[in-house]
């Protein structure tokens, strides 16, 4: 099993930033390729951003291109978010994710098969 903890969530103005981070622990980090996935409230779940487990290759929602940036450090075995000219609707929670999967990059959050616990963030206007 692998267990993710969710850290660096917070209030920040819209045109901010803020850095999420996710700690990977229980299994090699190195076979997971990782997502980040966001909930407002009202709202489903949906996909922002996943990398592959060699961080060569990413891929964004159009809502976020250019915005946020999507990395990875196997070696401290993290993954992390960074999300620049924040807007009030990316206010969210924000959950990183883990899959198995060796192909593709999977946008679709069942095919994640370990979840955090979430962080809060909230970009006022």
């Known amino acids: 099993q692998v267990q993710l903890v969710e850290s660096g969530g917070g209030l920040v103005q819209a045109g901010g930033s803020l850095r999420v981070s996710c700690a990977v622990s229980g299994r090699t980090f190195s076979n997971y390729a990782m997502g980040w996935f966001r909930q407002a409230p009202g709202k489903e779940r949906e996909f922002v951003a996943a990398?592959?487990?060699?961080?060569?290759?990413?891929t964004y929602a159009d809502s976020v291109k250019g915005r946020f940036t999507i990395s990875r450090d196997n070696a401290k075995n993290t993954v992390s978010l960074q999300m620049n000219n924040l807007k009030p609707e990316d206010t969210a929670v924000y959950y990183c994710?883990?899959?198995?999967?060796?192909?593709?990059?999977?946008?679709?959050?069942?095919?994640?098969?370990?979840w955090g616990q979430g962080t809060q963030v909230t970009v006022s206007s």
């Open positions: 990398i592959n487990q060699n961080g060569a290759s990413t």
């Open positions: 994710a883990a899959t198995a999967r060796t192909f593709g990059l999977p946008r679709a959050s069942p095919y994640y098969e370990n």
